[in-house]
């Protein structure tokens, strides 16, 4: 196991990595819609592609990209942005990986959305 982070993506706001590195699969902790500097954006749009870039920031320090992502598990601190945010995610995740999502009663910094995700390593 290999423990991975990147200044590209906000820093872990608790005791744990951005990601890990394990058998052959990259497992990217919940990213929260805060941009680099780790300013949450405004609005669900702008949040879920804050989060959905920063994994990507992950992977790519990791040797891989959006396109290896396998599955995702997604929260939402509100259901009724579940429009808006699969418009955004669509754009994002054109590979279709699994996906499991919730909604969430509160999301760590007062985000609209996290997002964690597994991906393949480039020499899986």
């Known amino acids: 196991m290999k423990n991975l982070s ?7 706001v608790g005791p744990y990595s951005q990601a890990v590195i394990s058998g052959g699969y990259i497992y990217v902790s919940g990213q929260l819609g805060l941009d680099a500097k780790g300013t949450l954006g ?10 959905i870039k920063n994994i990507s920031e992950i992977l790519l320090a990791a040797g891989s990209s959006l396109d290896r992502v396998v599955k995702t598990t997604c929260f939402l601190a509100d259901i009724a942005d ?3 945010f699969n418009e955004v995610y669509g ?3 054109t590979g279709k990986p699994a996906r499991s999502l919730i909604e969430a009663a509160a999301l760590p910094k007062g985000s609209l959305v996290e997002i964690e995700a597994i991906a393949e390593t480039e020499n899986k």
């Open 42 to 51: 405004e609005g669900i749009a702008r949040q879920t592609e804050n989060a």
């Open 6 to 12: 990147t200044d590209r993506a906000p820093a872990a």
């Open 82 to 84: 579940f429009a808006s």
């Open 91 to 93: 754009r994002y995740f």
